[in-house]
């Protein structure tokens, strides 16, 4: 089992800039991909971004592409999801989400791929 908590959301303002943090617990957490979703109001859970076991690559979704940035600190099993530039549209539910893989071009970004999801943090951004 990987236990996974989120942190970091909050109300901000249209052009701003937030840091989500996700600390993991219970298994190696350098033997999982991680992944961040997202999911608004009305709306089916969307991919944002994730990053390889090593921290060597990374993907995104394109509409948050050039603005957010994943990173990962194995040594303290935690994933970041540093977010800048924050649109009235970036507005959801952000889950992070741990998987053993495959990093492939379709897997990665796919809901089964992970096999374990934080609670959720919100983010709110204002126009």
């Known amino acids: 089992q990987v236990q996974l908590v989120e942190s970091g959301g909050g109300l901000v303002q249209a052009g701003g800039s937030l840091r989500l943090a996700c600390a993991a617990s219970?298994?190696?957490?350098?033997?999982?991909?991680m992944g961040w979703f997202r999911q608004a109001p009305g709306k089916e859970r969307e991919f944002v971004a994730t990053?390889?076991?090593?921290?060597?690559?990374?993907y995104y979704a394109d509409s948050v592409k050039g603005r957010f940035t994943i990173s990962r600190d194995n040594a303290k099993n935690t994933v970041y999801l540093q977010m800048n530039s924050l649109k009235p549209e970036d507005t959801a539910v952000y889950y992070c989400?741990?998987?053993?893989?495959?990093?492939?071009?379709?897997?990665?970004?796919?809901?089964?791929?992970?096999?374990?999801w934080g609670q959720g943090t919100q983010v709110t951004v204002s126009s």
């Open positions: 989400a741990a998987g053993r893989g495959p990093w492939s071009t379709s897997s990665k970004t796919r809901d089964s791929t992970y096999d374990y």
């Open positions: 219970g298994r190696t957490f350098s033997n999982y991909i």
């Open positions: 990053i390889s076991w090593s921290g060597g690559s990374t």
